[in-house]
């Protein structure tokens, strides 16, 4: 029987609503007690071999018969008009195959207002012509020989001044520069009066950097017509994302489009849909009468691709004597770009994080003459928990509580923001495992002797954070399993493995729910023609959101095969059992092979289907997880080292302890980068970006990364929020690391740093000033805490 | 004025061992060994990820030393023998049977040392030249052999653990 029904759904840290249908019966979940035997074992990568050989095709490999070369000339000017385009001399070049421009080609509509091709170039990189030709170095000559005539505007880039009545709109129809006019506000309690009643208030400004992703491979496309049928090889986390956008840009039904991605190198977020290039390719492709590729330049990478906002918070706290936190009240900013979307969720630690009558947060995201913001790995926490979790050391340290134990104080057991009661929480249990294994109860406390008395300027410090994060997943995601005549299956699904371990994780699933052989299964993704819908990798909804449609269309095919054999064998079918691809009838009675059962078959194929039932509304469904840094801070060059970093999550089930333990190791290398090193620069007289690239842009080296990381799960199968007791963990551990690591430097040296990254320049300046009293901004638009007097 | 020259007009034909054969290209001077690995014989295992000496992904090992390949023009390397990631693993010629792994490339997947897996080929290069001069690497000597190497992923512990995996391996297969 189908059922059609609605639930919510949670995609970077937003609430959404989807329809989902129901058809079949949905899995019983594995609780703690299901005796699983592949499912959480550390089974090393189905496509290890591929990926050591350089035999994986990533979209940057594919080469085609007649390929040719395309690069993109964009913007030299942060906001301008052209006058004109002349592509003549680019087009008369040997060897260039096709030049579009936005004269030649029909207008397509993009972001807002604006076009592919427009006429308002709104940041450095705005595109304005693309060419294709016969080989890369010569689509660059070509791009030299385009003329632009342009008429340049004035910019804004600082988004410290973007609403300011004097600065110049980025979008005529937004005159103050804020994305939807307005910011978003969100109150519970009553703030006022809690700030009047607390014992304590303390408030700060805070300063997060634009962080770029700079993903390894960069974006790109390649293209293909054959007559009206386009296949599009993209760099991307959403496969079918992909095609429903080029399909509706370019006017095509959506079985004309086929996406390909079967490698990608890397996208954190910043590949979650078709990009400009995507559409740009498609075009060139269709003039030349010959296959594109269009990858972007590691430039291009750090100019047009997405990034994350950066932000100024101006964030208070009220708090109690006995340490119990009152309110919480923030104010932020956030750098959009000229093409941003706005609205990351900066505010949601704070409205999420802790047990906390009264909070007011008012996110202002604001339009600046940049790239873009996108997605980038927990997008706003981890913005919104460097500011959150700086504050908490500092209320923990006005009211003389140990920091953990000031959180445990503040503990949340049931969600704050809907007051739900969650789905699991293995916070508490983090909290205990992370401070055992990096020492937190034993360690000295503030003043302690300097490491080596013969260097007096190198001092060592603790610090934690906590973090909490969506990653539930939800419908629609949908699977095939088709069992071969041999006794193997191919696991069919239209989801992507961008490099997490998908495709081994998934394998794991469907092997389990069979009862097959690990090394008989085989997992097909990132196919749109073959693949059935799922959604796009990000916001830790993979595992969570596939792992359940994968385990019901496993047990179809287990079921199926057992319904198979009983007429075959002549039993009645809830007597057999089917385990490690044999069906057998219990010990020492008949059994026979998957293998011979369906070879016996001629080639009837059983087809097995499942999907990704409702999420549980009356539960709040979250990832958590801490944090705990040990760092060594030289106070004579503001060095620090990260001596050990102990990250300890919390995210349902783990299926494979491998993957998942890569997954911390890359977020927390990540949350380092973004903590000390990570920082986009723009001049903004010029409105250009002066580090974009891989040298000057900082990310983190094998020299760089911390001594020791320690990475472990509280594996607690979590069947409120998904039948395999799953839960997504790419984005947890990047959200508590930055702050972690601050607290630490602040442990070591006494000096609280307001800003990220924490580089040499940044704290050997907040070293300096150390003995100064701390000046705190107030915002403009906002009176924080009226109740300044209670500071002492 | 270059850009009015016709294509290909100052090509040169150049001759290179790469993974132990002999390879004839016709390239223009300004192609990088990078882009003729790529483009030109095909062998997309050496990845293009700054083309500006900034991250390692395109490391191969000329004559014994790695090397970026985007900062090594083509017509540098006539005569000169590469080896790439495409060389590592031997074929065994029995139908059926499985490539053979090198013991680095064994060590990475043991050791789970990548996640997209796009900086690998130049890691593992990186670390095959690393333990062709120095077979019994110390940690630290591991990570400055593959500090030019960036992994966004933050694969690094496990890029180190394979690393010294691999050495034992090769030191024991004697
Ligand atoms: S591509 Fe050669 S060093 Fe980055
Ligand atoms: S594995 Fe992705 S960059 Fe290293």
């Known amino acids: 029987m189908v059922k059609v029904l609605k ?21 019983a979940p594995w609780d703690s007690k299901a005796e699983l035997t592949i499912v959480g074992q550390p089974v090393p990568r189905v496509d290890g071999a591929e990926r050591v050989t350089g035999q994986a095709r990533y979209t940057s490999d594919i080469q085609l018969p007649g390929l040719l070369h395309a690069r993109i000339l964009r913007s030299p000017h942060p906001h301008a008009r052209i006058k004109y385009v002349d592509i003549s001399a680019a087009e008369a070049l040997p060897g260039v195959r096709a030049v579009i421009c936005r004269d030649s080609t029909a207008p397509i509509k993009w972001h807002r207002s604006s076009f592919v091709f427009d006429s308002t170039l709104r940041y450095v990189g705005d595109e304005i012509a693309a060419v294709a030709a016969d080989s890369l170095e010569i689509a660059s000559d070509a791009l030299r020989l385009i003329k632009v005539e342009y008429e340049v505007l004035p910019h804004i880039t600082d988004e410290q001044h973007a609403n300011d009545e004097a600065s110049p709109p980025v979008w005529v129809d937004e005159p103050r520069n804020v994305i939807g006019g307005e910011p978003e506000v969100y109150k519970r309690g009553d703030v006022d009066k809690a700030f009047k009643d607390a014992d304590f208030v303390v408030q700060a400004t805070f ?21 009206d049928n386009l296949t599009i090889w993209d760099s991307t986390q959403h496969i079918f994302g992909v095609r429903q956008r080029v399909a509706e840009r370019l006017g095509l039904a959506l079985n004309k489009v086929r996406v390909i991605k079967h490698y990608m190198g890397g ?15 498609a075009l060139l492709a269709r003039k030349a009468g010959r296959p594109v590729k269009l990858m972007l330049n590691r430039m291009e990478e750090n100019l047009v691709t997405g990034n994350r906002d950066s932000t100024v918070q101006h964030i208070a ?6 340490g119990t936190l009152l309110a919480l009240k923030l104010v932020c900013y956030a750098n959009s770009g000229a093409y941003g979307g706005g609205g990351m969720p900066i505010a949601g630690p704070v409205q999420e994080m802790y047990r906390c009558a009264n909070v007011y947060t008012e996110s202002w995201s604001l339009y600046t003459n940049l790239g873009r913001d996108s997605a980038f790995r927990a997008p706003g926490f981890v913005e919104g928990n460097f500011a959150l979790e700086s504050l908490m050391d500092m209320m923990a340290e006005k009211v003389k509580l140990d920091p953990l134990e000031f959180r445990k104080k503040n503990y949340a057991e049931r969600a704050p923001k809907d007051n739900l009661p969650y789905s699991s929480k293995g ?21 302690r002797p300097a490491v080596d008395p013969k260097n007096p300027d190198i001092r060592r410090g603790y610090g934690m954070a906590s973090q909490v994060w969506g990653g539930g997943g939800g419908p629609p995601a949908h699977a095939i399993i088709k069992v071969n005549a041999d006794g193997t299956a191919d696991v069919i699904t239209g989801t992507q493995d961008i490099g997490t371990g998908t495709k081994t994780v998934l394998s794991q699933v469907a092997a389990e729910a069979m009862g097959f052989r690990f090394e008989d299964v085989r997992v097909h993704v990132g196919d749109t023609s073959l693949g059935v819908y799922a959604p796009l990798s990000a916001g830790s909804m993979t595992v969570p959101s596939m792992s359940p449609a994968v385990q019901m269309a496993a047990l179809d095919v287990h079921k199926q095969l057992l319904a198979i054999a009983a007429e075959v064998l002549e039993v009645k079918s809830a007597r057999l059992e089917l385990k490690g691809s044999v069906i057998s009838q219990g010990k020492g009675k008949k059994s026979i092979t998957v293998k011979e ?4 078959l001629s080639d009837y194929m059983v087809v097995g289907q499942g999907l990704r039932g409702p999420n549980d509304n009356s539960y709040a469904i979250n990832t958590f997880g801490c944090q705990f840094a040990e760092v060594e801070v030289d106070t004579a060059t503001g060095q620090v080292r990260v001596l050990r970093l102990v990250a300890i999550h919390e995210s349902g089930r783990v299926i494979n302890p491998m993957t998942i333990t890569s997954q911390l190791y890359g977020g927390v290398t990540q949350g380092m980068g973004y903590g000390l090193m990570e920082h986009r620069v723009v001049d903004h007289r010029s409105g250009i970006v002066l580090n974009p690239n891989l040298t000057d842009y900082k990310i983190p080296t094998a020299l760089d990364v911390p001594l020791e990381i320690v990475g472990e799960m509280i594996d607690l199968p979590d069947t409120i929020a998904t039948t395999t007791g799953a839960k997504g963990i790419g984005e947890p551990p990047i959200v508590p690391t930055a702050p972690a690591i601050a607290n630490a430097i602040y442990d070591a040296c006494g000096v609280r740093v307001f800003q990220a990254p924490i580089s040499p320049d940044v704290l050997l300046d907040a070293l300096q000033r150390r003995d100064q009293p701390m000046v705190v901004e107030q915002p403009a638009a906002a009176e924080l805490a009226p109740v300044s007097q209670k500071e002492e | ?18 993974n132990d054969e002999q390879h004839t290209v016709y390239v223009e001077p300004r192609r990088t060994l990078l882009d003729a690995l790529r483009e030109d014989l095909g062998l997309t295992g050496a990845k293009k990820v700054c083309d500006l000496g900034q991250c390692g992904a395109c490391t191969v090992i000329k004559g014994n030393r790695a090397i970026y390949s985007c900062l090594t023009l083509a017509v540098e390397c006539a005569g000169q023998s590469i080896q790439t990631i495409e060389g590592l693993a031997q074929a065994d010629p029995a139908p059926g049977s499985q490539l053979r792994l090198h013991a680095i490339q064994q060590a990475f997947i043991e050791c789970d040392a990548y996640q997209c897996g796009y900086c690998t080929p130049g890691q593992i290069m990186a670390i095959k030249a690393l333990l062709e001069h120095n077979p019994n690497p110390t940690l630290d000597e591991v990570k400055m052999g593959v500090s030019g190497n960036l992994c966004r992923c933050g694969a690094y512990p496990n890029i180190f653990r394979a690393a010294l995996r691999a050495a034992e391996l090769l030191r024991t297969a004697g």
């Open chain 2, 1 to 18: 004025m270059p850009s009015n020259l016709p294509a290909g007009h100052s090509r040169r034909t150049i001759t290179m061992t790469v």
């Open chain 1, 7 to 27: 639930t919510k759904i949670e995609i970077e840290g937003r609430v959404h609503e989807e329809v989902v249908v129901i058809d079949g019966e949905l899995p």
């Open chain 1, 207 to 227: 300063r997060t950097p634009t962080a770029l992703h700079n993903c390894l491979e960069t974006h790109g496309s390649v293209a293909q017509w054959e007559g």
């Open chain 1, 597 to 600: 059962l369906i070879g016996g």
């Open chain 1, 317 to 322: 706290g009220a708090v109690k004597k006995d």
């Open chain 1, 427 to 447: 916070l508490r249990q983090a909290y205990e495992r992370g401070a055992d294994i990096i020492g937190w109860h034993s360690r000295a406390w503030a003043d």
């Open chain 1, 267 to 281: 996208g954190f977020g910043s590949k979650n849909g078709a990009g400009k290039y995507t559409v740009i390719a």
